[in-house]
Structure formats: structure tokens, C-alpha cells
């Protein structure tokens, strides 16, 4: 009879939990990662903002060089960090041990001191800069 079937003998279907694959989510971050990396261009800085003067016969550099920056008040800064005049020396003579060939840009503000200008060039050849150049923008 098919109305003694035993109901308790039915065990009810087991139930999936629901999961998510990360594989192709993975996969689909790093493809961008790398496509941003690429596609990207990188510029080395000297941290802080500087307003730099006008000149007509200004032009681009090719190479690798050093970034130093003067501020307005006078501070001083290279590689994203603010240095003394004293401690500029120590720095410069670091990088220039390992490619003594680098050239100096000093990117002051058109408002810092000539004095402080003048004292920084002056640290870049008692460092052994060979060649310093101040940046400015093109009119």
C-alpha cells in the first residue's frame, strides 16, 4: 500500500553551501594591476611644492638627475625629505658614490633667497656635482 510508505525513511537532500571562486577574481586583479603598472609613467619629485620662475630659454633634461629643492622659507629638500645645508654635503656625496656621473637640479622657488640659492650650488661642487643646473619653467 502506498499509504504506509514510511516518511521518516526519506532523509531530506542535503543542502550546498553557497561558495564564491576568487581564482578568476584573482586573476582579473592582477591583470589590471599590470596593465596600470605599464601603462604608467613615474616621476621623481622632491616633496613639497614649489613656484618656479619663467625663463625663455629653459629646456628639458635627458638624464637621471638630482632633485633638490628650495622653498620660499628656505628649507631645503632632497629625495622627499628636508635637509640642513651641513647634512646636504653628506647626502649628495652618498648618491654621487654610486654614479658620480649625476647632474643637480636645483628647483627653487622664485621667491627663496639668493643667498640660499647661492649656498646650495656652492654644497653641490664642494660635494662633486659636476654640473648644476636651476629649473624654470618655459614661457
Given at each position: 500500500?502506498?499509504?504506509?510508505?514510511?516518511?521518516?525513511?526519506?532523509?531530506?537532500?542535503?543542502?550546498?553551501?553557497?561558495?564564491?571562486?576568487?581564482?578568476?577574481?584573482?586573476d582579473m586583479v592582477f591583470i589590471l594591476l599590470i596593465f596600470f603598472?605599464?601603462?604608467?609613467?613615474?616621476?621623481?619629485?622632491?616633496?613639497?611644492?614649489?613656484?618656479?620662475?619663467?625663463?625663455?630659454?629653459?629646456?628639458?633634461?635627458?638624464?637621471?638627475?638630482?632633485?633638490?629643492?628650495?622653498?620660499?622659507?628656505?628649507?631645503?629638500?632632497?629625495?622627499?625629505?628636508?635637509?640642513?645645508?651641513?647634512?646636504?654635503?653628506?647626502?649628495?656625496?652618498?648618491?654621487?658614490?654610486?654614479?658620480?656621473?649625476?647632474?643637480?637640479?636645483?628647483?627653487?622657488?622664485?621667491?627663496?633667497?639668493?643667498?640660499?640659492?647661492?649656498?646650495?650650488?656652492?654644497?653641490?661642487?664642494?660635494?662633486?656635482?659636476?654640473?648644476?643646473?636651476?629649473?624654470?619653467?618655459?614661457?
Amino acid at each position: 500500500m502506498a499509504s504506509d510508505v514510511d516518511f521518516l525513511a526519506f532523509k531530506p537532500m542535503q543542502q550546498r553551501e553557497a561558495t564564491i571562486d576568487i581564482g578568476p577574481l584573482m586573476d582579473m586583479v592582477f591583470i589590471l594591476l599590470i596593465f596600470f603598472v605599464v601603462t604608467s609613467t613615474f616621476t621623481r619629485e622632491t616633496g613639497v611644492e614649489v613656484s618656479k620662475p619663467q625663463a625663455q630659454t629653459a629646456s628639458q633634461l635627458e638624464k637621471e638627475n638630482i632633485l633638490i629643492a628650495i622653498t620660499r622659507d628656505g628649507t631645503i629638500h632632497i629625495d622627499e625629505r628636508q635637509v640642513d645645508l651641513a647634512g646636504l654635503s653628506d647626502v649628495l656625496k652618498g648618491i654621487l658614490a654610486k654614479n658620480p656621473e649625476r647632474e643637480a637640479v636645483l628647483i627653487a622657488d622664485k621667491d627663496a633667497i639668493t643667498e640660499r640659492l647661492v649656498s646650495v650650488i656652492d654644497a653641490c661642487t664642494l660635494a662633486g656635482v659636476r654640473k648644476v643646473s636651476i629649473a624654470a619653467l618655459n614661457k
